[in-house]
Structure formats: C-alpha cells, structure tokens
C-alpha cells in the first residue's frame, strides 16, 4: 500500500515532517511518501493507494487511478469534493471531533468577552486608561446573566455537541438547529429545531454560536434577514466557516448596532484584509482562525488517521465517514 501525504498549507496547515515519519515508523510495511509541492503532487498522486490532503482538483483526481481512499487532517472537506469525487465510490474521512474541545472552549470564550466588553478593556488597558466609567455608561446596553440567557448553537456536530454542553454547564438554557430533527437530544440541549425555524431561533438568542460546515445550505447562512430577526443584545460567534456569514450584513449589524457585538475565527478571505472595518470595531473580538489550536494540533489527527489505516486493512468501517453529497 502506497500512502501520499499532501497537507501543505503555509504558513501553518503544514503536517510537520516529524508527523509524516511517525505514520512511516507506525507502518513499516508501508510506503509513506511527503509530497509537498505541485510537482510532488503531479508526481506521486498517480501512484497513491490511500491520500490525505486537504485540497484536490479535477485533474489531480483523475490522475490518481488507483486511489481507494482520501482522508483528510481537516474537518472541512469542501477542497476535496470536486464533483468527480463526489460521484465515485472512493470513501473520504475527516478529523471531525478531535480538536472540538478546543473549538467549544474557544468559542465559549469569545461569547463572554465580548458580553464583558474585554475587547475595550483590553484597548484601554494599551493606553493606560482607568475607564470604569465608560463601563458603567448608560448607553451600552446591559446583557443578561447566563442563567436566564438562551445559547443557540446552529449546528450540533462535535464541536456543536460541546459547545451546548459548556453552556448549559455555564446555567445558559440552550437549543440548537441541525437538519436531523428525531435524533436524541445532546446533553445540555433543551430544544432542537430544523433548519427552516433559524430565524424564529435567533429572536430567542442571547448568544448564537455557528458550528456548522460551509455548503451549498449554509453559505451566507446568516445574512441581513437573520440579523434583523436577531435580539438587539445578542452576539454572535463564529467558529466555523468563512462564508457562513455575509460579511457585509455582519459590518452593519455591528456597526448599527442591530446587534451587541460579534467573535470571529474565520472569514471569506484569510488573512483578514488590514482595510477590513471589524479590524476597529469596539464590540467585535477577532482571533486568526485559531479556535482549534490547543496543545499539539497534529499529533492527535495522525493518532485517528493511524487508528483508520488499521480499519481499512481490515475491512472495518471507517471513522468520521463524510457525506459526500452534502458536504460533511
């Protein structure tokens, strides 16, 4: 069996080269090739039993003929889904799970400072300013505790799942939207609504957290509309997707303040443009695509590639099985 690895992604979704010799070391019998480059790419994709990757394109797909399996140290798999993936019979696996931990806490985190105004706190703390005047200014508008403040996660995969649970941990009555509507309610979840019912959601939310994948469903999932349906004091979180949100619509929602404020990890284009508006904006907290990084990020994606391999030999299920046709 031939195993090509291409996940190369500068200047930080590159697999060290200490993580590829490990899957060599784990798999003596094994070929474990690092292909990095494009040229690497045209090279050894041909020859590939199994590749994990993050991105393939049509022709590097149909270049592959021996391909069997595609796996990726990723969750999101919309690089690897051109439609010729799509409609073949290859199974394609993701990372789904392993980092969600990390994920839900960043995401809880970035909710409460921007409920708690850190981000002025922390302007005024560069400038040496004692502003606790500021803080009690009439015209910022309080928030509710956590223990009467609704969490609305959209999306109750992995890191939805513990997104809901750090709430309700946190005494915040939480509901979610996912598509699967009769499956049994994640712990901490009073409520589970489709898709169709987010905006009737979101007038209800003190905090909406985005969870879900980036599809042809989800871009621009919320938008104008659900930013006028959306309670005045609410925040949103996104520790998503780029494109789940129309960047647009966000600016003037915060900047309005139709609503209270907003935390961002991802966006359409990354790095964020210096020019972007939200750069300066008081209520919004930005972090660089981060959520996911908390202790090592490879070594535990390689663990779960690694348990996959012995499954495929075997002829064992596969974890974290994407659903080609919708994208997750």
């Known amino acids: 069996m031939r195993i090509v690895v291409s996940v190369h992604g500068p200047p930080v979704w590159t697999i060290p080269s200490r993580e590829v010799d490990r899957l ?35 022709d ?13 140290t990723a969750v999101g798999v919309g690089g690897l889904l051109p439609p010729a ?9 993701n990372t789904r799970g392993v980092h969600s931990e990390a994920i839900a806490e960043h995401a809880i985190a970035l909710a409460l400072a921007v409920r708690r105004r850190l981000p002025v706190a922390s302007s005024r703390q560069a400038e040496a300013r004692w502003a606790q005047e500021e ?3 009439a015209e910022v508008r309080p928030f509710r505790a956590l223990s009467n403040a609704c969490l609305l996660v959209v999306g109750l995969g992995a890191i939805g799942r513990r997104v809901a649970a750090f709430g309700a941990g946190l005494g915040m009555r939480v509901i979610g939207i996912r598509r699967r ?3 049994p309610l994640p712990p901490g979840v009073s409520e589970v609504f489709g898709p169709d019912q987010l905006k009737d959601c979101l007038g209800r939310a003190d905090v909406v957290v985005l969870a879900v994948p980036r599809t042809d469903e989800t871009r621009a999932l919320i938008g104008a ?13 996104n520790v998503a ?39 300066r904006l008081p209520n919004v907290l930005i972090t660089p695509h981060s959520a996911s990084f908390g202790g090592d990020y490879w070594a535990p994606a390689v663990d779960l590639f690694l348990e996959n391999v012995r499954r495929f030999r075997r002829g064992e299920p596969l974890l974290n099985l994407v659903d080609k046709v919708h994208g997750y």
Do not use: C, Y
């Not at 784990?26 to 040229?39: F, H, I, K, T, W």
């Not at 590097?60 to 069997?68: D, G, I, T, V």
């Not at 494109?243 to 915060?254: K, P, S, W």
């Open 181 to 183: 509507t009769g499956e």
């Open 24 to 58: 060599a070391s784990a798999l003596p019998d094994v070929e474990v090739v690092d292909a990095r480059g494009p040229d690497d790419r045209r090279r050894e994709f041909p020859t590939a039993d199994v590749l994990v990757a993050t991105r393939i394109t049509a």
């Open 60 to 72: 590097e797909f149909a270049s592959a003929r021996r391909l069997k399996w595609i796996h990726t």
């Open 241 to 279: 997707r780029g494109g789940l949100v129309d960047d647009a619509a966000l600016e003037h929602a915060v900047v309005s303040g139709r609503i209270a404020g907003a935390g961002l990890d991802a966006f359409v284009r990354e790095p964020l443009p210096a020019d972007s508006r939200l750069w």
């Open 135 to 137: 803080f009690l200014d």
């Open 225 to 237: 509309d659900e930013f006028a349906a959306m309670r005045h004091d609410a925040v949103l979180v």
């Open 85 to 93: 993936v799509v409609q073949s019979a290859i199974p394609v696996t």
